[in-house]
């Protein structure tokens, strides 16, 4: 097992939540950058929110207002909370993290700067 492990997914109707975990307890680095990305069927992996170990917090524009996120210090779990959710955010999300603090998240290709990724859970809503 992996320094990052997803928990949460599961299937929603149109308007309902979730609230997706990704446990970061076994990542080793004290200066570091937390993220969700999510793949869609048929399209690219995007990223949706990250928070570096300031605390500092990027957040997909498009996403804003329905997404929230938030980290547990005690443990450093990551909390993506998903509120009306549409069938466009059906996607495998994943969590993802790098060394760095600064944390890519809408930039061209910003999947390709974090180092480990977890196995990624499914999030399915339905209309």
Not at 14 to 39: E, H, I, M, Q, V
Not at 59 to 79: C, I, P, Q, V, W
């Amino acid at each position: 097992q992996g320094p990052l492990v997803e928990s949460g997914g599961g299937s929603v109707q149109t308007g309902g939540s979730l609230k997706l975990s990704c446990d970061g307890s076994r990542y080793p680095n004290s200066r570091y950058c937390l993220a969700w990305f999510r793949r869609a069927p048929g399209k690219e992996r995007l990223g949706v929110a990250s928070m570096d170990s300031d605390g500092y917090i990027r957040m997909r524009d498009s996403l804003r207002g329905r997404f929230t996120l938030s980290k547990e210090r005690a443990n450093n779990t990551l909390y993506l909370q998903m509120n009306n959710l549409q069938p466009d955010d059906t996607a495998m999300y994943y969590c993802a993290a790098r060394d760095q603090l600064n944390c890519p998240l809408q930039s061209a290709n910003a999947e390709a700067y974090y180092q480990f990724w977890g196995q990624g859970i499914h999030v399915t809503v339905s209309a």
